[in-house]
């Protein structure tokens, strides 16, 4: 089956800048997506298509693919930002979701 | 918004059926996904069904697929998860979701 491998922890101090990798082999061919998940709280969606930010996403996150990785940037980091943050693709015959297996930002 | 209900305590074996109801987006035009989230653990993906006018196909993840079916109302704003020979590894938090919407999840606890 298909897999998505993510760093299980990054931890960075507020105000630098924390990168967060997805790798899968299909991903060249496949959009990724990038939610993010506080405690106790449902996923929000972040990052779409690889670089697109949905409305009210600051822009402090952005998003880019470089063959079968793509990377979640969150500059100037927030306490605010603490979560787990996902990636979610699909498998190459786009029957079903795939997703990472999380990463956990902490700000230090 | 989407808006889960239907989530409880059933015994191994059992049946549950989750509802998500929609509301502020045209329903009928989207496909319908359900994540689900054991406790401690990550998102894994359960299903879907597409729309009425592509014939409503559903896919499932291997570990449900043969015990869950999904379905839609379009009338009601509504997809349904159908949760049959429910098991002790089916206990989660249970998401519907468009990808750019999540509802705040139902709880199903499987106990004997």
């Known amino acids: 089956s298909y897999e998505l491998t993510q760093t299980p922890s990054v931890a960075v101090s507020p105000g630098q800048t924390a990168r967060i990798t997805c790798s899968g082999d299909?991903?060249?061919?496949?959009?990724a997506h990038w939610y993010q998940q506080r405690p106790g709280q449902a996923p929000i969606l972040v990052i779409y298509k690889d670089t697109e930010r949905p409305s009210g996403i600051p822009a402090r996150f952005s998003g880019s693919s470089s063959g079968t990785t793509v990377t979640l940037t969150i500059s100037e980091v927030q306490a605010e930002d603490e979560a787990v943050y996902y990636c979610?693709?699909?498998?190459?015959?786009?029957?079903?979701?795939?997703f990472g297996g999380g990463t956990e930002l902490t700000v230090l | 918004q989407l808006v889960e209900s239907g989530g409880g305590l059933v015994e191994p074996g059992g049946s549950l059926r989750l509802s998500c109801g929609a509301t502020?987006?045209?329903?009928?035009?989207?496909?319908m996904n359900w994540v689900r989230q054991a406790p401690g653990k990550g998102l894994e993906w359960v299903g879907r069904?597409?729309?009425?006018?592509?014939?409503?196909?559903?896919d499932y993840a291997a570990a449900v697929k043969g015990r869950f079916s999904i379905s839609r109302d379009d009338s009601l704003n509504t997809t349904y998860l159908q949760m049959n020979n429910v098991k002790i590894e089916d206990a989660a938090r249970y998401y519907c979701t468009i990808s750019a919407l999540w509802g705040q999840g139902t709880l199903v606890a499987v106990s004997s």
């Open positions: 502020g987006f045209v329903f009928s035009e989207l496909w």
């Open positions: 979610q693709s699909s498998d190459p015959s786009h029957s079903y979701w795939v």
């Open positions: 069904i597409k729309t009425e006018a592509e014939g409503a196909p559903t």
């Open positions: 299909s991903l060249p061919k496949q959009y």
